[in-house]
């Protein structure tokens, strides 16, 4: 976060307001709650198809550490843009399953948010560092009709807190304000540019070869997509940093923030994740919904010392059972 960086704009993806709450008395700052380290990893994404989806793996070999499965034994679903994953570490995944469609470049909506935050979490070492809110990042969110954690103009927030506000309720203002903050140039179309590059870079190293990004938070600009597959690897990679972890498992997180009349604002940020309610191990990681992307989520689940990971792209609102259905699949094989 260099002199260069300062935040300046939003984003959508799905809409959720956060709450938030201005109490007259000045109180500490606080940095949210992530303490807990975590090893699973998750993706989610998701296609819907007209026809139930019982489609074989990817052909033995094509991808390495392909299981061999045949196409009767598949979960049964309607998503084709779906991948399934057990995690082991963090250089070991086998996969467990692959819809027809698991490698087709689509839109991903909000789940971009997994790799700004993974950018952002380069640098640990301004995870404490306090951002002002610009009214520009408010503007951007009402534009574009995006998400938003209901960020007010001129509170200041820590870089955890606004990782926080990115990933619990998705807010696209707080994606804003993280990319220009860790972007670097002389403007903020120069900055959030700079971020977006760090994020394909990122996406190169980690070998997702069928994905590009020209969003920090989903709201494409024409070729903002990925494949289930590398959604599921990249959940996988993000679910290794104790940070990530630890927020997006949070079903609700409570904030409170300098405000700009030296006040203390207080926010309440609610997950989008469904699954965090209804899935004995569940661990998180991020949804995403658009008009043209339809519903995605990347999904991790923990049982008996195992994690599985998983994604499904543009798919209808039945998502969260989607993913149920895969989960329980895989947990059985």
């Known amino acids: 976060m260099g002199s260069h960086a300062r935040p300046n704009r939003l984003h959508r993806t799905g809409a959720r307001v956060a709450t938030v709450a201005l109490f007259g008395a000045v109180l500490p700052i606080t940095a949210g709650g992530i303490a807990q380290a975590a090893t699973p990893s998750a993706t ?23 299981l061999d499965t045949r ?8 998503a084709d843009h779906a991948f399934l994953l057990d995690a082991r570490d963090g250089s070991q995944e086998r996969e467990l399953w692959a819809g027809a469609k698991a490698d087709e470049s689509v839109s991903m909506a909000s789940t971009t ?33 995006a ?11 820590t870089v955890r807190q606004l990782l926080h506000a990115m990933l619990i309720p998705s807010g696209a203002d707080a994606a804003m304000a993280l990319a220009d903050n860790f972007g670097s140039g002389d403007t903020t179309e120069a900055r959030i540019a700079d971020f977006e590059n760090q994020m394909n870079t990122e996406a190169r190293q980690l070998g997702m070869t069928g994905t590009h990004f020209d969003s920090f938070d ?31 498992k949070n079903k609700q997180f409570k904030a409170e923030a300098p405000a700009a009349n030296g006040h203390t604002r207080y926010y309440t940020w609610d997950n989008t994740n ?10 998180g990681i991020k949804t995403g919904s658009g008009a043209e992307a339809g519903y995605s989520l990347v999904f991790a689940a923990e049982r008996d010392n195992r994690t599985l990971v998983g994604a499904i792209i543009g798919a209808d609102k039945n998502r969260f059972d989607d993913a149920t259905k895969m989960l329980d699949w895989g947990f059985a094989h």
């Open 44 to 66: 989610q994404s998701a296609d819907e198809s007209d026809r139930a989806s019982g489609e074989a793996a990817a052909p033995a070999g094509q991808h390495q550490g392909t």
């Open 71 to 78: 196409v009767e034994d598949a979960p049964s679903i309607k």
């Open 113 to 145: 948010k997994i790799m700004t935050a993974v950018v952002v979490l380069k640098h640990p070492e301004w995870l404490d560092r306090q951002i002002t809110v610009k009214q520009e990042y408010r503007d951007y969110v009402t534009a574009t009709g």
């Open 147 to 157: 998400s938003t954690a209901d960020l007010q103009t001129g509170d200041k927030l």
């Open 218 to 248: 989903g709201i494409s600009h024409g070729d903002n997509r990925s494949t289930a597959r590398d959604l599921a690897k990249l959940g996988q990679r993000a679910m290794l940093q104790p940070v990530f972890a630890d927020v997006v």
């Open 274 to 283: 469904e699954l965090l309610s209804t899935y004995d191990g569940a661990l």
